[in-house]
């Protein structure tokens, strides 16, 4: 079995457990063998605290990332604004011998030094590389057969690419190519590159946006949007009805993180998944349930 | 350097000016401004703006305002116009750090990151946004964005997931604090 440390972040096991749960199963099911951290803090988050200070917040980061060196192993995130600061600090670290030696010296004072010999992936990314899409289907047992999946990639998997490396950030695939192994089919929209736009404190900005990515995913007919990021699902869930009232208008796009839909298809059942806690329900995903799960996966 | 800060940062934004209404605008360049930014992690980089505009075209920001634009935000930064940026009206705020101009730029300037760092110069003179001082505060004292609660936990026991456990806050205050602008490394 593959050992990976388990970075949590915040929002996933505070605000959304229901997503650690499903990730927790299905990592198991995938021959995924999760290492938890011990005293991990925020990552720290890359819009906020990185705009207060970005010394501070790259030598937290790596005080992050020295605990994943404990173990031994690479570090996953479930979170692309994890993915974000964990990613560019390290790349930092790796390429800014004098910002190293900065940041070394403050991790120095609680007897920790980055040396960076832990890598950070998505949990995305972690499945694709390391256990392929191949061996994701041979662990679904109830093939998401017709269900139309529009597909949100969010900012920060993708970009910076040359610190990301994930896929190519002008047309990539791999997120088409998750959904098709649960047997699902994706639906690409027009808006499909535009940012979730929780990172911007402007008001009318990011709600002109969304309505924009939503009405493209309702001109679609997608029965709910995938997407891998907790922000941007907090910003499609409770986001999706604060501007669904602001323009009179009705979208009813359910959002559901991708480990989820994963969990669903890999036989949980649906009840299970916390999907009730959501503003927008995917209830198209009940109509799984009705079959009887295979006896055994194909392979 | 450090005095170049220290008065830069006195005398609140700093004072790059640009005046109008003459037969020619003559914009006085403030070096004050540039270097203090230029201390900034990748602050430096907006030197090598060339003014291409590859960054507006995949701009979210430009696409959905009027008044954001990342070529004007970089040309304001080569003039040192930092009044114009780092106010407390900063329409710096309305990026919504995509990364999509780091990822036109030619040049590799990584114009996010360089407003990235003018935010910390604006925290630097104490100027947030309400709601981002807010999740900082958060953040610098509990060590979470979501802080741990009992109501938190309860959720987490109908996933069977046991509590969150604390963070280590003297670790976290170790490297963050004393506040970075009193040059402390």
């Known amino acids: ?299 | 350097m450090a005095a170049e800060k220290g008065r830069a940062a006195k005398g609140g934004a700093a004072k790059g000016t640009a005046s109008k209404g003459g037969k020619a605008d003559i914009v006085h360049v403030d070096f004050a401004f540039k270097r203090e930014l230029a201390e900034k992690i990748e602050g430096n980089l907006a030197s090598f703006c060339y003014q291409c505009g590859a960054c507006v075209g995949d701009c979210p920001a430009a696409t959905y305002t009027d008044d954001f634009n990342p070529r004007m935000i970089m040309l304001k930064v080569l003039y040192g116009l930092g009044e114009e940026l780092i106010g407390s009206e900063s329409l710096l705020w309305e990026c919504t750090n995509c990364y999509n101009c780091a990822e036109r730029c030619p040049q590799d300037v990584k114009p996010v990151e360089v407003i990235i760092s003018m935010k910390n110069m604006m925290a630097d003179r104490g100027i947030y946004p309400e709601g981002v001082e807010k999740v900082i505060n958060t953040f610098e004292t509990t060590g979470r964005t979501v802080p741990m609660s009992s109501a938190v936990d309860k959720q987490r026991a109908r996933f069977g997931l046991p509590p969150l456990p604390p963070v280590p806050m003297e670790e976290i205050q170790a490297l963050i604090g004393p506040a970075p602008a009193t040059g402390e490394e």
């Open chain 1, 1 to 299: 079995m593959e050992r990976f440390a388990f970075f949590p972040g915040c929002l996933v096991p505070a605000r959304y457990p229901a997503m650690e749960f499903a990730i927790r199963q299905s990592l198991l099911k995938l021959g995924i063998e999760i290492v938890d951290l011990e005293g991990t803090s925020c990552c720290p988050d890359p819009i906020y605290f990185k705009s207060k200070d970005k010394l501070s917040w790259l030598s937290v980061a790596a005080r992050n990332l020295c605990l994943a060196e404990k173990t031994g192993v690479d570090l996953f995130t479930n979170c692309s604004g994890c993915t974000a600061t964990l990613s560019e600090a390290w790349h930092l670290l790796h390429e800014d011998e004098e910002l190293r030696e900065k940041v070394n010296r403050r991790l120095a004072k609680i007897g920790m030094e980055w040396k960076g010999t832990s890598k950070v992936r998505h949990i995305a990314t972690l499945v694709r590389d390391f256990v392929g899409y191949e061996k994701i289907s041979e662990t679904v047992v109830r093939p998401l057969d017709g269900l139309q999946v529009a597909i949100h990639y969010g900012c920060h998997l993708l970009k910076p690419s040359n610190i990301m490396k994930v896929d190519d950030p002008n047309d990539p695939s791999m997120m088409e190519d998750l959904v098709r192994a649960l047997g699902a089919d994706p639906v690409r929209h027009r808006k499909w590159y535009l940012c979730c736009g929780k990172a911007c404190t402007d008001e009318d900005l990011p709600s002109n946006m969304m309505r924009d990515l939503l009405t493209t995913v309702r001109d679609e007919q997608a029965e709910l949007l995938c997407l891998i990021c907790p922000t941007c699902f907090g910003q499609f869930d409770h986001g999706q009805m604060r501007i669904a009232k602001l323009f009179e208008e009705d979208f009813s796009t359910p959002p559901v993180y991708y480990f989820q839909l994963l969990a669903l298809a890999q036989g949980e059942p649906y009840e299970n998944l916390g999907f009730e806690r959501q503003r927008f329900k995917p209830e198209c995903l009940k109509r799984f349930e009705i079959q009887e799960p295979v006896e055994e996966a194909t392979s």
